[in-house]
Every structure is written in structure tokens, then in C-alpha cells.
């Protein structure tokens, strides 16, 4: 099959970056990214360009322009939904951005031909009749090719939009497969999970930036608070009433609105709604024919509709500078309509300039979803907060302090960031008696060699090591390159890390003993900690009693786990551990079942600020640990409650668990009193050990 001739290689079609023509110009971060990847693609061998600019700033524009810098002759654009396919694809059709932009100019009637592939393993022959390809991994990827891979000089250009999915497999198989020149945009240039997106970061538009030269402008919204129990209509009616409210302001009297529903069964509820409070409005969704949307956009152009319901985001065509208010009655599912929803309130237009406003309630389902979203478009982007102020403050407030804490550490001398880093609580409890003097060998900020970034500490290599300011906590990262023992190839190495913490705590009273909290989950990782701050003549375990009142003082919901450990051997050399697991256990347990035993551990769920978690404790083995995982900042604060637990003990309204089991105490002296008997530990049993006096 013969192929056309290609359109972005035709001299014709007066593409250009620079227009003198009486329309809106490129935004400066459009020319800026569009410059910074032709120097990319001048460098021989040079990496994937990476661009990333904020939601709302222009990504769609850059995409739309690259395949004429490329020359592309085929183009093929991967997306990660069925929606961003169909928006993607019309865009490439109509190439109406870069008309109106003026890269194109308004007498150039040829346009793309353009194919929307779907399903799995289209036709690879028929792709070849067209300039551009737009598909999601699913239906274009050839990781789902199976025996019929396409031929890899099918695409001589890519472009992957929402870069951010490329790490995964799909995605990676697209880049790698085609001997292309390809384009990666995104919005966020980092992931969550530290996962390297593939390709080189060649320019990236700071969202603060686009909110200080005036491109976005905070969002104001407005919760709304519902009563409990409150039914959908009735919150419907609260967030309707807000909004009309709203619109009734004299600054927002050239605004318009967006009523967000998930369903277009419940636009046309919340239409009858608005309708019933005075404002006519139609409903806009994907399922109308490309003339029928025009209709609508060109009614709410003119002013004929004052507000649209809509459901989807971003309908093909629908720019509408004067929306400033949003009705979000309906949450999104993820988290990138939500991004564009909030990026298309924040944008700015100077014939439009008052702020928008976001209205929603503050209910069980529509209010902790939004906040939820906000605080992931935080976590990608921390001026998200700055765009939609007020949802998420206290956990912006919490996150700032986390990290400033956090960043306190010694700085980092390789990619180990310490606000990245978020320890189990957990520790080994030991004492020290304050008498001595002592202090662990870092409490003047000092390190020893052994902890010195790539020496060899506790069989791995050190990444990194440092103290807080107080020098009251050592941080320490070990890595170690491993490789599966059945496997003799490179090819399946992998990283195995392990976090050690040291903590330690001078007690406020001399009758009190200064704790060192060890936070390592490796009992060799352990003893060389101790070694390495010089606590080897100094640390002993901590008192099992003291250990359980400590954990005691906890207000527990209900146990889940008991053992006990009898205190003689049941037979020569063996000891006699029980385990006792269920709903009923401090009830269910019979005197018989611990007659002559000690507590050995126990497991119970505690009430938290972040709702129910376990704690456990280990008497004997002087451990304590919770199944959370906190910033550093936080690890101080649990580091230190623990401390103050282990010192001064309360009793909780549940009061001690099963108080008739012995715990065991440390003796720091011999007693003064004649003994009368002695249980010799199980573990020296057989081992030429006797005691004097023995039967006497």
C-alpha cells in the first residue's frame, strides 16, 4: 500500500513559532519548552526530552507543534484514557490551538489525517495511511502484540502525554520498541514512588512561577456545611443555593458557572435544580454530536445560558474564559480531572479578573474525596495549596514542619533525602545509668568513620548517616547490591536498604535511668549500633516490668495476641511457650493456662489520631513496636511519649493487661534477703551450670 504524503512534511501549510498577526501569541513557557527540545534533539544520542509545565499552561499546544519541528512522518501520541484519547485526537484534527494561537494561519484548509486506534493489535498496515495515531497502551503498546508486533519504523515520532505512566511496562515498551524520536509531557516531572521517568528533564514551568507572571490565580473555595444525616437531595440543595449566592456577588456578575455530575442522569437532576432556583442550564456531555456541543458553547458565548451541567471535564471545544464558578457536586475518581478542574478555574483572563470560586460540601462523600485530591495534587506540587487554599491546610501546616524538620538532619551527600524517610516506630529499650555520665558518641555531631558514606556498616554500605540538631537522634541508610542465589546474571540485581535509628533520652531525675531507643530490624544491625556509639559497657536491657507498664499505659481497644513463658523448664533444656490469639482473650485466658509463666508478648489495637493501629510488646527481649509507619518529626515525638511512659507510668481506664501474669524485673543488686528460690534461666540448663545449696 502506497503511503501519502506526509503533513508535517509539506512546506505549504505556513507553520511558524513567531506571528505578527493580530491574535493571542504563544505563552512564554510554550516557546520556552518547544526551544529547550529542539537543543535536546541537537545533541547526538541525547535522552528522551522531558517537559513538564502545569495543567492549564499550554501542554496540549507544545504536543500540537512538535511533529512540524520534528518533521514528522508519522506521529504517534500515546495517552493513558479513553477520554484523553478522544479530546487528544479531535485536537489533532481540528489543530484549532495552533490557529488560534497564529502558528497556523486561518487559510490553511488541509488538516492531519488522524486515527484513533482502538482495541488490541489494530490492523499495522491501515496505520500507515494516516499522519498521526492516537491510542492508550491497551490498544497500541506492543507489550500486548503478542506473535504480531508492529514494524518499529512505523512511528517516527512519539509523543506520550501524562508522562508520569511511562515507568510502567506498557508504556516503556512503546519508547523502546520504535527507533523514534520521541517527546515526553507531563505535569508533574517526578512520581510518588521515586520511579525514573524515562527520558531527560529539559524544561520545566514551576507552578509557582505560572502563579507569579499571572497565568493562574488562587481558587477561593467555598465549604459548605450540611447537617448530619443529611440526604444527597438536601446537600445538593445547600451546595445550589451557595453557588446562586455566589453569582449574585457584583464582582462575579460577568461570571458564569460549571455544575460538575458524575452521571448524566444527575445532570439532568441538578439542571431541574439550578432551573427551580432561577438559572436555566443545559446539559453538556461527550455523548452529543460535535454540532450539538458547539450549540451549547456558542449559547453560553453569548450569554444565553448563564451556567452549563457537565459531565466529563473537558468536552471537545469547551474554552470558556468567564467561568468562574464550580458547582462540584459530584467528586472526581482520580486525580487528573481534578487537577483540571482547579487549573481551568485558576487560569487568568484579563477581561475576567475575579477570582474563582469552587463551591462543594463539606459532606461524607463530595468533601473528604476533594480534600483527599488536594492533597495528592499537594504531594505532586506543593503550590496546589497556594492555587486551592483552605482544604488541606492543616495537612499542608504538618507536611511543612515534617519536612523542615526532616531537612534539619546533616545534609545528605548522595540522593537520600531525609523528608523522604518514614521510620516504623518501633524500639529496642535499653538503659543507662545516669551516674555514669554518659552520652552516646555522636551527641556533639560528630560521626565515626565506620558511618562515613561508603564504608561498610552492618554488612551493607552506608548511603547515609547524620544526627537532628540536638544531636539526640543518629540516622543512619545501608544499602547492599543483591543478587537471588539461583540467578548468575546482573540483569535481576536489586537494592536491599535498612534504616537504623538511635535514640537517646537523659532522664529529668536521677532516680530515673537515661534511655537509648534502637530502632533497627536486625539484631546484628543492633549490637553494631551499640558498639558504634560506645554503649557496649554502659547499655543494659531494659527492665521487663518497666517495659510492660509502659506499654500498659496505652488505652487499648481489645488484644489480639498474648504468649507466656513458663518459668521452669518443661523438660530438660526445653521451655514452655504458650500462644493465645482471638477477640476474648483477657477473658478467655484460665489460671491454669499461665500458672507459673511470665508475660512474653502481647499485641493489642490502640486508638490513634490516624485511627485504630496494633502495638506489641516483648518483655523479655526489652522491644516495643507499632504497625505506623511517620515522618521524622513524628518519630521524635513517639521516641520521646514512649520515654515518658517508661519513667512515669499510668493506668489507663482499661487498666493493666492480665495483672496476675508475672512480667519479670531487672535486679540491679543482689537482694539482702536469704533466697528461697531460684528459677535458672532455660538457656543454661545442661550448659555446667549449678546452684549452690541446691535441694537444701
Not at 207 to 232: H, I, N
Not at 389 to 417: C, H, M, W
Not at 586 to 605: F, K, N, Y
Amino acid at each position: 500500500m502506497s503511503e501519502p504524503e506526509a503533513y508535517y512534511q509539506r512546506d505549504d501549510l505556513g507553520f511558524q513559532l513567531f506571528s505578527t498577526a493580530d491574535v493571542p501569541a504563544w505563552r512564554p513557557p510554550q516557546l520556552a519548552a518547544l526551544g529547550a527540545i529542539l537543543s535536546q534533539w541537537s545533541l547526538a544520542g541525547s535522552d528522551r526530552p522531558l517537559v513538564s509545565v502545569p495543567t492549564g499552561v499550554g501542554k496540549t499546544a507544545i504536543a500540537l507543534a512538535a511533529p512540524f519541528l520534528a518533521s514528522a512522518q508519522r506521529v504517534l501520541v500515546v495517552v493513558p484514557t479513553k477520554e484523553l484519547r478522544r479530546q487528544m485526537t479531535a485536537q489533532f484534527k481540528s489543530q484549532g490551538v495552533l490557529r488560534a494561537i497564529g502558528a497556523l494561519p486561518e487559510s490553511t484548509v488541509d488538516r492531519p489525517r488522524v486515527m484513533e486506534a482502538s482495541g488490541r493489535s489494530p490492523d499495522w498496515d491501515e496505520l500507515r495511511t494516516v499522519d498521526v495515531v492516537v491510542g492508550i497502551p491497551a490498544s497500541i503498546s506492543p507489550a500486548h502484540s503478542g506473535d504480531s508486533p508492529p514494524p518499529d519504523d512505523l512511528f517516527d515520532f512519539v509523543i506520550v502525554d501524562e508522562a508520569h505512566h511511562a515507568p510502567a511496562v506498557t508504556w516503556l515498551a512503546i519508547l523502546e520498541h520504535y527507533q523514534a524520536r520521541s517527546l515526553l509531557l507531563t505535569a508533574t516531572p517526578h512520581r510518588r514512588d521515586r520511579k525514573r521517568i524515562p527520558g531527560a528533564l529539559v524544561y520545566y514551568y514551576p507552578l509557582r512561577q505560572a502563579l507569579d507572571e499571572g497565568l493562574y490565580q488562587p481558587v477561593t473555595p467555598q465549604v459548605v456545611d450540611v447537617p448530619d444525616g443529611a440526604t444527597k437531595e438536601q446537600i445538593d440543595h445547600a451546595v445550589a443555593t451557595e453557588v446562586v449566592a455566589v453569582l449574585k456577588r457584583p464582582e462575579h456578575a460577568s461570571s458564569q458557572f460549571l455544575v460538575r455530575a458524575s452521571t448524566k442522569a444527575r445532570a439532568e437532576q441538578l439542571a431541574q435544580l439550578y432551573s427551580d432556583l432561577g438559572h436555566e442550564v443545559p446539559v453538556l456531555h461527550s455523548g452529543f454530536g460535535q454540532r450539538r456541543q458547539k450549540e451549547i458553547v456558542e449559547d453560553l458565548r453569548t450569554g444565553d445560558h448563564r451556567g452549563v451541567a457537565m459531565v466529563g471535564m473537558l468536552v471537545e471545544g469547551f474554552d470558556l474564559p468567564s467561568l468562574r464558578v464550580a458547582a462540584y457536586h459530584d467528586k472526581h475518581k482520580s486525580l487528573e480531572p481534578t487537577a483540571q478542574l482547579v487549573g481551568r478555574l485558576a487560569r487568568v483572563d484579563r477581561k475576567f479578573p475575579q477570582r474563582s470560586v469552587l463551591v462543594t460540601a463539606r459532606d461524607i462523600d463530595v468533601y473528604p474525596h476533594l480534600e483527599g485530591a488536594v492533597r495528592e495534587l499537594y504531594l505532586e506540587d506543593r503550590d496546589w495549596a497556594v492555587v486551592l487554599p483552605g482544604i488541606v491546610d492543616g495537612f499542608v501546616e504538618e507536611d511543612l514542619k515534617n519536612t523542615e524538620y526532616a531537612r534539619s538532619f546533616d545534609e545528605p551527600t548522595g540522593d537520600i533525602d531525609p523528608a523522604h524517610i518514614f521510620p516504623l516506630r518501633r524500639a529496642k529499650i535499653m538503659e543507662v545509668e545516669p551516674s555514669l555520665g554518659w552520652a552516646p558518641s555522636f551527641h556533639d555531631g560528630s560521626l565515626p568513620q565506620e558511618l562515613a558514606v561508603g564504608e561498610r556498616f552492618a554488612g551493607q554500605r552506608v548511603l547515609y548517616a547524620g544526627t537532628n540538631p540536638k544531636h539526640s537522634t543518629l540516622l543512619v541508610v545501608t544499602g547492599e547490591r543483591v543478587r537471588p542465589r539461583w540467578n548468575s546474571s546482573e540483569q535481576l540485581d536489586s537494592m536491599d536498604y535498612d534504616l537504623h535509628v538511635v535514640s537517646f533520652r537523659q532522664a529529668g531525675q536521677t532516680e530515673q535511668p537515661d534511655l537509648l531507643l534502637i530502632n533497627s530490624k536486625r539484631n546484628s544491625a543492633q549490637t553494631d549500633l551499640i558498639r558504634v556509639i560506645e554503649a557496649e559497657s554502659v547499655a543494659r536491657p531494659a527492665d521487663p516490668s518497666r517495659v510492660q507498664e509502659a506499654f500498659d499505659s496505652l488505652e487499648r481497644l481489645s488484644v489480639s495476641s498474648v504468649g507466656v513463658r513458663s518459668t521452669y523448664g518443661a523438660t530438660r533444656g526445653t521451655p514452655s511457650y504458650k500462644m493465645f490469639a482471638g477477640s476474648a482473650i483477657e477473658s478467655g485466658i484460665r489460671d491454669s493456662d499461665t500458672a507459673q509463666a511470665s508475660l512474653g508478648h502481647a499485641m493489642v489495637q490502640v486508638a490513634g489520631d490516624g485511627g485504630a493501629f496494633t502495638a506489641g510488646v516483648s518483655t523479655g527481649k526489652s522491644k516495643y513496636w507499632e504497625t505506623r509507619y511517620t515522618p521524622l518529626r513524628l518519630y521524635e515525638s513517639f521516641v520521646t511519649e514512649l520515654a515518658e511512659r517508661y519513667w512515669y507510668p499510668s493506668v489507663p481506664p482499661s487498666g493493666p493487661l492480665l495483672p496476675h501474669i508475672h512480667r519479670g524485673s531487672t535486679l540491679t543488686t543482689w537482694p539482702d534477703s536469704d533466697v528461697l528460690a531460684v528459677t535458672l534461666d532455660h538457656a543454661l540448663i545442661g550448659a555446667e551450670w549449678t546452684i549452690d545449696g541446691a535441694g537444701l
